[in-house]
């Protein structure tokens, strides 16, 4: 292993960045921990966010390289015996490199010793950046296999050079997915986004998202999604609609990516009354709706009418540009 010079660890760095930016978000981690590999080996990895209790580490989000997620399974029987987690517990950040049989010596973690041996854990690097006031977290462990592949000083060192870096490129990476994958349709209102995982902790959000989502929840602290709008999304119901705000997300790699705007008028149609308001806007007659949905011409008159009422327009213009505004 040889220590990169002041060039070399810049063009890491610059080739860490540009991955966050090209990568989708299921490659980037692979690929960011493949970078390092030569300038700091490993065998494998765990790259996550945690919030931190007396019993232990509760995993949010998680990304294993090279390992079998059985492992993480099995690590809830023997979390509270991670003394090295716990070391780390209202630190706000740092980095250790050590070596597992010495970390963990006595009777008392004999069965983590036995885990961590089992899963190939005998050499190990943490680096953490976490909030005391949150207990939220966010790491990376490294480990290695052989066990006279020690952690050196300098490595330590790298790895918390290293480590910012690391962080800051994901949050890139994750706010470039949420760019591309959620893109508003053209409208002329302005349109929030934010990043949380699936307990709520908000990873990324913008201005816009914060004053509609304040003006929806009064009293909301910004520090977690609200909790209606969380269970809201854990009955699999994909787009909020509330009296001030409408946000809708997807679901990847355990986070929720979310965008949210202002309610219109047109939010308040049916979903039959948003099909003949979408067939009058691209140039159907009333007897071609009729005909398309197989109803009356009277009974897609009345829908027409209802349209209209509720998106107090009178003509097809009119409803087009209020079905702009909700995308």
């Not at 509760?58 to 979390?79: A, G, N």
């Not at 010495?102 to 690097?125: C, E, T």
């Not at 409803?319 to 505004?325: G, K, T, V």
């Amino acid at each position: 292993m040889r220590k990169p010079d002041l060039h070399d660890f810049s063009a890491l760095l610059l080739q860490l960045y540009r991955l966050s930016h090209e990568l989708p978000i299921q490659a980037f981690q692979d690929a960011a921990l493949d970078l390092i590999k030569p300038v700091l080996p490993f065998d494998a990895s765990m790259w996550g966010t945690a919030t931190t209790a007396s019993e232990g580490i509760d995993v949010r989000t998680l990304h294993l390289h090279q390992k079998d997620p059985e492992m993480m399974v099995e690590y809830e029987s023997y979390k509270h015996l991670d003394s090295a987690a716990a070391s780390f517990f209202g630190k706000g950040h740092g980095t250790r490199g050590f070596n597992s049989a010495r970390w963990w010596s006595g009777p008392k973690y004999a069965p983590f010793l036995d885990y961590v041996r089992r899963y190939d854990q005998n050499n190990i690097f943490i680096t953490m950046d976490s909030d005391p006031r949150t207990n939220f977290m966010q790491w990376v462990s490294l480990f290695r296999a052989d066990p006279d592949a020690h952690c050196k000083p300098e490595e330590e060192s790298l790895l918390a050079s290293l480590s910012p870096h690391l962080m800051q490129a994901l949050a890139h990476n994750r706010v470039m997915h949420l760019d591309r994958t959620l893109a508003p349709a053209p409208s002329t209102q302005p349109r929030g986004a934010a990043i949380a995982d699936l307990h709520g902790a908000i990873y990324h959000c913008d201005v816009t998202f914060i004053a509609l989502v304040q003006e929806e929840f009064a009293g909301w602290t910004r520090q977690a999604l609200p909790q209606s709008l969380l269970e809201h999304f854990m009955t699999a119901q994909s787009t909020y609609l509330g009296r001030h705000a409408v946000m809708s997300y997807r679901l990847e790699q355990r986070l929720l990516f979310l965008r949210v705007r202002k309610r219109c008028r047109a939010d308040g149609l049916t979903p039959r009354e948003h099909t003949v308001a979408g067939l009058l806007a691209r140039g159907d007659t009333h007897k071609d709706i009729a005909a398309i949905l197989s109803r009356s011409p009277a009974t897609v008159r009345n829908h027409i009418q209802s349209i209209y009422d509720k998106l107090q327009v009178g003509n097809v213009a009119g409803l087009i540009h209020e079905l702009q505004l909700a995308g």
